[in-house]
């Protein structure tokens, strides 16, 4: 089953616009809630993760928004540029223990100059 | 200095061969990682090893079998190949099996004719 859905599947967004991307959760265990991108022919990295006692974090132009009552969590990339194009993962796991991180579907983010 | 690096990088064989996949990284890390990204780019973790040790085994036919000869290294070895392990294969790992950032290689495209 999957445990992360993530939408949408794809995302075009003008340059210094706005990409939203949503994930949602069915696991209430996880605790570990972070978001990976990657670029065509690279291996996923680490772009910003977020525990659930808080609400929102902000590193740069790239924020998690975490609703923990809705099991919903989403990630903000303000100014979009062209260099952000390309797929992000939301993902999740128990902050404790073996890391197994349950990923999302996947989001293919184009940015348009 | 990549900090983890998989090898080869491309792989084309035949239904029924058996092949290996090698991944090595030079972090100091305890825990690497197999994970396996479909054609529709899912990410699903395979293995996990912690010091040479099995601590991830998720449901995975066990014509896959990971082997730690020490732990800077996590190799994957696939016996009688099918159509289906067609796939990118990723190695990651992690400074502890608690630690939450795992860092990936650039994966191993496999292709099984």
């Known amino acids: 089953q999957q445990q992360v859905k993530q939408s949408p599947q794809s995302l075009i967004v003008q340059k210094g616009g706005i990409s939203i991307i949503n994930c949602a959760y069915e696991?209430?265990?996880?605790?570990?809630f972070p978001w990976y991108q990657q670029f065509p022919g690279k291996g996923p990295a680490l772009l910003i993760a977020i525990r659930p006692d808080v609400s929102e974090k902000k590193e740069g132009r790239f924020t998690i928004s975490f609703n923990k009552s809705a099991k919903q969590f989403s990630l903000h990339i303000m100014d979009s540029q062209p260099g952000d194009s390309a797929t992000y993962f939301c993902a999740a796991s128990r902050g404790q223990g073996a890391q197994k991180l349950v990923f999302g579907q996947g989001t293919r983010l184009t940015i348009n100059p | 200095d990549t900090a983890v690096s998989q090898t080869p990088k491309y792989l084309v064989t035949q239904m029924g061969n058996d092949k290996s996949i090698k991944c090595e990284q030079n972090?100091?890390?305890?825990?690497m990682y197999w994970y396996k990204q479909d054609s529709k780019k899912f990410l699903k973790i395979m293995f996990s090893y912690n010091n040479k040790e099995l601590i991830i085994n998720e449901t995975v036919p066990n014509r896959f079998s990971p082997k730690s000869p020490d732990k800077a290294h996590l190799n994957l070895h696939i016996n009688s190949l099918e159509l289906g392990d067609s796939a990118v294969y990723f190695c990651?790992?992690?400074?502890?099996?608690?630690?939450?950032?795992?860092?990936f290689g650039p994966g191993t495209r496999l292709t099984v004719l």
């Open positions: 990651a790992s992690s400074l502890g099996q608690g630690s939450l950032e795992q860092f």
């Open positions: 972090l100091g890390h305890d825990t």
């Open positions: 696991n209430t265990a996880f605790d570990y």
